[in-house]
């Protein structure tokens, strides 16, 4: 009974510690959505939101391409390049503020935590204005309204007229977006099913997994110019929101300004409808006659470059950590013994993807300026150590007592035992283990395609979003995966080999 105690006093600590960077994020922004009213007092007129932008020389736009004409990618000499009138409204307000710009691209329902946790310094994404979000980010004059529509097959445009014709019905829509709630509060016993992309709903669509897609009118128009069994109609819905804006971080009034001096120009001169869109749908169409998934090729080698570096990273971190708390659970002293078991079963029972995201936004709010990548890496490499410490504790303790005992009967330390008999022993009992979770990892590196890392699973879905195709950029993917974890099984198993015939 003492023992469970001194664990669970153990887990208490460790979730406390791992919980602290959370709980301070928590509360920055629980105190950051207070309404404007019960906060004037203590906000001060001015703010350094816009000086430290400009000492650093770089705005941070967040933004989920794949939603055209607002954003999507299209290649330039074999690079992604962001488009569309949202990401020229962008480079517009980096060239009033006199700095450089640089465009994270995430899931749109990330965007407002990475706002919150100042991961970038505004979101354009056609973010529409409604009271929640208002909560929790300020918003700019808007800059664009727009009716919705719905996405649906040609064959069925005369099964559908109306938003009440979707009466149990599935309709879809993007995570996070302000149609999810729409569907829910227009459409009768309907079936809503939110994914993370626009292009990911498209698929859905085309698949006959959806009976219909409700977006904007501008982005439904554009995927059905570009999909000729697609057609686009007005929802006939009414729209509560007073249209889209830029998101920007709570209480940042001077940046705030800035951002409403360039949406005035642009408003004032009317370069969405004049210069921006007639732009983007030039891109579009030079995209549906020049770009086939083939000629994206570099954009597969890219991603295939980045899952490399993250799996090869994380293996060797991974098994650094496995082999440490391994030793540690197996250790004779409790505090060791505890803290080793607090860690592999916390870490062991939630899920990676939320891991990679806490240590993004959760401990990269306090760490403002760790990447992507870097949080990615860490993340991974952390789940992987837990399963890797429980495989060498099991090759360990299956190695027979008497192996350790001759060798201390022969003059040996514990170290060199430990290092010349005990581990070569066990490392050639879990190498299958070990090998099962090295490929488990390399597939599992998809997983950071959702903090906007650019590994093969991120490059897929913008080769899916500039050439309006979603089977055949995963096809191609898969193949790649297939051929990457079948190598690596031959790698090990030639290892495997060799050991066994040393043995």
Known sequence: MKQLKHYLMLLTVLASIILAPLTAFANSSAASSTPASSTSTAT???DDSLQKIKQKGVLVVGTSAGYPPFEFTTKKDGKTEYVGFEMSLARQLAK????KLEIKNMDFDSLLVALESHKIDVAIAGINITPEREKSVDFSKTYHKGTK?????????DKYKDYMDFKGKTVGTENGAMEYAMIKKYIPDVHEKGLAKWSSLVIALQAHKLDGVLMDSATAKAFAQNNSDLYAFNSHMKVTSDGVAVALPKGAN????????????????????????PEAAKYMQTS??????????????????????ITVLAVIVGFLIGVLF???????????HGIAICYIEFIRGTPMLVQIMFVYFGIGAIIQSMPALVAGIIAVSVNSGAYVAE???????????????????????????FRFIVLPQALRNIWPALGNEFITLLKDSSLVSTIGVGELMYQTQLVQADTYKGVLPLFITMMIYFILTFTLTRILNYFEGRMQHAH
């Open 391 to 417: 495989v060498i504790r099991s090759g360990i303790q299956s190695l027979p007592i008497g192996q350790t005992e001759a060798a201390r009967s022969l003059g040996m330390t514990k170290k060199q035992t």
């Open 149 to 157: 529509y719905f996405l649906i097959h040609k064959q069925d445009k």
């Open 288 to 309: 549906q006659k020049t770009n086939t998934v083939a000629s994206y090729w570099t954009f597969f080698v890219k991603g295939v470059k980045y899952t490399l570096l």
């Open 254 to 277: 001077s940046l705030k300004a800035a951002v409403n001096k360039t949406v005035d120009k642009v408003n004032q001169e009317d370069l969405i409808n004049k210069k921006w869109l």
């Open 44 to 46: 001060p007129a001015t």
């Open 96 to 99: 009033d503020l006199g700095v």
């Open 326 to 336: 391994a030793l540690m659970r197996l250790s004779d002293k409790k505090l060791l």
